[in-house]
């Protein structure tokens, strides 16, 4: 069981909207801890998506977005494609465990 | 273009020491502030954070993990290794290394390929 629960799965058709939550508490995101959002694709090292809670890395496209309000945080990709599906995961720090946490995962299904 | 490559054992035996090395490209691993990781993956499940370094010897480790893990630094090959001690089965997992810019509370932002590791007598 991780400190910040993310939903097993999310799905959207081609050319939608879908949003991943990460959801945490007092001791991680609310305490104002920065997350990150990484994309591993089948057989792959994960790659870093956003950082810093907003912050895109140079050549992640601007599809993705990420937000933080209280103790939650959220990815979003506009316009799906077939390439996004993928497990994504959310990262933060956590002062009771004192280290860095992440998420269990979700899976994206492009329909 | 950073670069990161684990090596080690693919098959350990259980209460034996697991040990990787990770080598980096490109980037001396002394000469910039950065903090360097391990983060591991079993089989079918999600991330799990092992610890962070910087190469001059501060280090923070998962709580759960810290009696059995050792990191250390070789800056003449620039390499960073990692080793756990008394393996068990729920140790077997694909092993990443990659870069902390400020540490554990920040992004991990080059990942190696991961290299697999399974604990089996």
């Known amino acids: 069981q991780s400190v910040l629960t993310q939903p097993p799965s999310v799905s959207g058709a081609p050319g939608q909207r879908v949003t991943i939550s990460c959801t945490g508490s007092?001791?991680?995101?609310?305490?104002?801890?920065?997350v990150h959002w990484y994309q591993q694709l089948p057989g792959t090292a994960p790659k870093l998506l956003i950082y810093a809670n907003i912050n895109r890395p140079s050549g992640v496209p601007d599809r993705f977005s990420g937000s933080r309000s209280g103790t939650s945080a959220s990815l979003a990709i506009t316009g799906l494609q077939a390439e996004d599906e993928a497990n994504y995961y959310c990262?933060?720090?956590?002062?009771?465990?004192?280290?860095?946490?992440f998420g269990r995962g979700t899976k994206l299904t492009v329909l | 273009q950073l670069q990161l490559q684990e090596s080690g054992p693919g098959l350990v035996k259980p209460s034996e020491t697991l040990s990787l090395t990770c080598t980096v490209s490109s980037v001396s691993i002394s000469s910039n502030s950065y903090y360097w990781g391990w983060i591991r993956q079993p089989p079918g499940k999600g991330l799990e954070w092992i610890g962070s370094f910087y190469y001059s010897g501060s280090t923070h480790y998962n709580p759960s993990l810290k009696s059995r893990v050792t990191t250390s630094v070789d800056t003449s090959k620039n390499q960073f290794s990692l080793k756990l001690s008394s393996a068990t089965a729920a140790d077997t997992a694909v092993y990443y290394c990659a870069r902390n810019p400020y540490g554990e509370l920040s992004q991990f932002d080059y990942w190696g390929q991961g290299t697999l590791v399974t604990v089996s007598s």
């Open positions: 990262q933060s720090y956590d002062t009771s465990l004192s280290g860095s946490v």
């Open positions: 007092s001791s991680n995101i609310g305490a104002g801890y920065d």
